[in-house]
């Protein structure tokens, strides 16, 4: 299974499909990431909010795999954005997870009530200094929290990590993002299964015109788009169909169908609005 490797504004690559991690819960996560690396996912998206990382560490360690071919992402929670607080929690992430560095760390919510967000920011371009992080990124941002990051730092995050599905598809984010040379991760890339996604003709037929399901075909229209992803699943054959998507191709017209589930309203979002979580 060769997955397709995206190169970052630092020089680093990250591979475009992984596994993350969010309400997996922590008794379960070591089996179901190792299920994960056996049948070759190298790509891991965790958060200290999760509760999980312990186990995340617990498969990597007994995975046997090489550091280097694993890539693993971690985030920043929103309390600890002031001072010197960075630091102390990236540590005990590390620690949980067995490592001496992560390959991404996230801000995981701007908290613009706050408005710490670019001192956490500046925070972890110290981090990724002292050699704790490989690259940095930030999470649920804004174009004004990105606009604000760049211009206040100098330093462009490698990635912003979005809730991102065919109805909620933050053109103007991505657009912004793409223009400044960072990527967009998706998550929530299955609409977390909380509308009738798979129903919608736009994307049975897609699946139907391929041979495959409709989360497969969702899945290859983010892929297509240059999104990365990492869909959840704890079960074995989910795992197994998701990392399945470099098979087949979308046609253009296809793509355009999906495109335009989005209503441009907003009222496809799933998540909480970025602003409103503080
Ligand atoms: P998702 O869209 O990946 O949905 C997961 C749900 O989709 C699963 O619970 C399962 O019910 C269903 N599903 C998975 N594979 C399927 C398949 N093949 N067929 C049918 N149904 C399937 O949503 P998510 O888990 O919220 O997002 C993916 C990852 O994004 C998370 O695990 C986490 O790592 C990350 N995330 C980040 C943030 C953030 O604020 N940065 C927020 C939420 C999630």
Redesign the pocket.
Known sequence: MTIPALELNDGTTIPQLG??????PPAETERAVSEALEIGYRHI???AI?GNEEGVGAAIAASGIARDELYI?T?LWNDRHDGDEPRAAIGESLEKLGLEQVDLY?V??PTPAKDNYVHAFSKLIELREAGLTRSIGV??FLVEHLDRVVSETGVAPVVN???L?PAYQQRDVVAWAAEHGIKT?????????KYDL?GTPAVAEAAAAHGV????AVLRWHLQKGII???????AE??R??IDVFGFELTDAEIAAIDALDPLDGSGRV?THPNEFN
């Open positions: 596994y993350g991690v969010f309400q997996v998206d965790t958060a999760y992402t985030k996230l995981h919510w999470s649920n990590q979005i809730e599905h991760e998706a998550w929530g890339p299955l609409g977390q299964g798979f399901t409709p989360a497969q992803v990492f869909p959840k699943s704890v079960r989910r795992l169909e998701n998540g």
